[in-house]
């Protein structure tokens, strides 16, 4: 099993950038496959981005890509993800979510390890 905490979260202006931090605990973390899901107000939780075992393969939503940058350090147990000119829709709860010993999905319903979530808020 692995744990998932979220942090970096805040308020920033559109244009600016934030970059969320994920701390996982738990044995094997290079086996699991690590993904970014957001939330907004009133909204279904979304795909933002993927990241394989070995951080060599990523996949981002559409919405995003180009933006936002995942990463991670499995030397630290840590998943990041970089947020470049974000705008007023970026505006949510991201949530990390963890999948065991399988390839990369979009689909949050394959993922079993969540995150409590960390608010990101985009002023206009």
């Known amino acids: 099993q692995v744990q998932l905490v979220e942090s970096g979260g805040g308020l920033v202006q559109a244009g600016g950038s934030l970059t969320l931090s994920c701390a996982a605990s738990?044995?094997?973390?290079?086996?699991?496959?690590m993904a970014w899901f957001r939330q907004a107000p009133g909204k279904e939780r979304e795909f933002v981005a993927v990241i394989g075992w070995t951080g060599d393969t990523a996949n981002y939503a559409g919405s995003v890509k180009g933006r936002f940058t995942v990463s991670r350090d499995n030397a630290k147990n840590t998943v990041t993800l970089r947020m470049n000119s974000l705008k007023p829709e970026d505006t949510a709860v991201y949530y990390c979510?963890?999948?065991?010993?399988?390839?990369?999905?979009?689909?949050?319903?394959?993922?079993?390890?969540w995150g409590q979530g960390t608010q990101v808020t985009v002023s206009s």
């Open positions: 979510a963890a999948r065991y010993n399988s390839g990369l999905s979009i689909l949050e319903k394959f993922y079993n390890y």
């Open positions: 738990g044995r094997t973390f290079n086996t699991y496959v």
